[in-house]
């Protein structure tokens, strides 16, 4: 299989007084020979193939038997998916990559003030279905900031494509100057009839960067990227200077007014890295507080002809949220506009860049999301771990951790039902 598993059942949780069912995946991939490769080819026939997923029956109560454990399958692969769309160290609300395009046409009306958009298609989708090749597309617009509680619409859903053509026009009542700060989430989303809908990527795309009067209409393709968390906010302290020959020092002063994620308090500390340069530094975590301070200076010895190209990264972190909402914020400095004279301090701010290519290797990403589809697979089809494909009952919490991707989630099962 794709990733190997432990299994400790049950636990006692003696803070929450719940069986707590630990499930710890090593996505180290065991790619020793060819009978991986060909393992894995049955397993997609096994998911395609629905004599693998119901056997005939004839007499009653074997139907009603079957029918029972075709349910709990459902249900499990449900629990093994929604367990992974949490663990994603990439895209929190997806398996897979983002992949496609959508095509995009926009007009203003400067009579009725009305932001016309035209949803033309997308192409290139990646597909959800575990069990096919296809999705159940759907297009959502949201204005942003949307002050006049306008809310998102949507799209009709084309079914079974990965092309699909919508040619749907939807408009939002705007005053030209509220164009200057408006942006426009786009969002391409599969219907999944057996649980939550799936994120298939977004585009974000920034109304001031058209000029109605000049060109009235404006049409073009954008790329489909991960989702951008435009709720993060705060400034981060940085001074950087430069001691001769060839060490930079970086210095880490503190966060104003950091994005309330876990409450109205955090636990936040920020991790430091140039691309390119083995070395990662990260600050003390400081508790309880959306106004940390941590006056930390590290050094990273960078000559000074490499300017042109290194660049600083800052990621701030809350360490007491879930996976899936841990990220503050991150700044992105190029060292080419630093004067190692006289340096530079000041603040900058945060915001969400995971879709910056700077910010992480893509070939690296791709690669642990692919493993990630692919032990998705092999623990639907093996019904790997038993309990996940049982009928749920009681109080208790799921964990699943990833050594290789430094992620977890967990899943909470209340009175037998799920809580997403």
């Not at 949803?119 to 759907?138: E, P, Q």
Request: charged share 25%; glycine share 6%.
């Amino acid at each position: 299989m794709g990733a190997k598993q432990s299994v400790e059942l049950p636990v006692a949780d003696e803070e929450a007084g719940d069986p707590v069912h630990d499930l710890h995946l090593d996505l180290q991939g065991r790619r020793r020979n060819t009978q991986y490769a060909q393992r894995l080819q049955g397993m997609a026939r096994m998911m395609t193939n629905p004599r693998h997923t119901r056997t005939k029956a004839r007499l009653g109560a074997a139907v009603v038997e079957e029918e029972e454990d075709f349910a709990g399958n459902k249900e499990g692969k449900e629990l093994m998916k929604q367990l992974y769309k949490k663990l994603d160290p990439t895209v929190m609300k997806t398996i897979g990559v983002i992949q496609g395009e959508i095509q995009l046409s926009f007009k203003y009306d400067f009579n009725s003030e009305l932001l016309l958009i035209k949803v033309i298609k997308c192409r290139d989708l990646d597909a959800k279905d575990l069990r096919g090749k296809n999705a159940n597309t759907y297009v959502k617009l949201s204005l942003f900031p949307d002050d006049d509680q306008q809310r998102s619409k949507s799209t009709q859903v084309v079914k079974q494509s990965l092309n699909p053509v919508y040619s749907e026009i939807f408009s939002y009542v705007i005053q030209e100057p509220g164009l200057v700060d408006s942006r426009l989430i786009v969002q391409v989303w599969n219907k999944d009839v057996m649980g939550r809908d799936d994120f298939m990527g977004e585009c974000l795309v920034k109304l001031n960067a058209f000029n109605f009067r000049e060109d009235p209409v404006h049409t073009a393709w954008y790329d489909l990227q991960m989702e951008t968390d435009l709720g993060i906010s705060g400034d981060l302290n940085l001074t950087l200077a430069y001691r001769l020959p060839q060490t930079l020092l970086v210095t880490v002063h503190s966060a104003t007014d950091l994005s309330k994620k876990n409450g109205d308090r955090s636990s936040p500390f920020v991790k430091v890295t140039i691309p390119g340069v083995a070395q990662v530094e990260q600050t003390e975590i400081i508790k309880g507080t959306l106004n940390p301070v941590w006056e930390e200076t590290f050094e990273f010895q960078v000559p000074q002809e490499e300017f042109g190209y290194r660049y600083l990264v800052f990621q701030v972190i809350d360490s007491s949220a879930d996976a899936e909402s841990d990220a503050l914020g991150q700044v992105i400095i190029d060292l080419n506009n630093l004067d190692p004279e006289h340096g530079y301090s000041g603040p900058f701010g945060l915001e969400d860049l995971k879709n910056s290519e700077r910010l992480r290797d893509k070939w690296a990403q791709k690669a642990i999301v692919q493993e990630f589809r692919e032990s998705l697979l092999a623990h639907s089809t093996f019904k790997e771990p038993k309990f996940l494909f049982q009928k749920q009952s009681g109080n208790k919490v799921i964990t699943v951790t990833s050594r290789k991707a430094g992620t977890q989630a967990k899943l909470r099962i209340v009175n037998g039902l799920p809580v997403y």
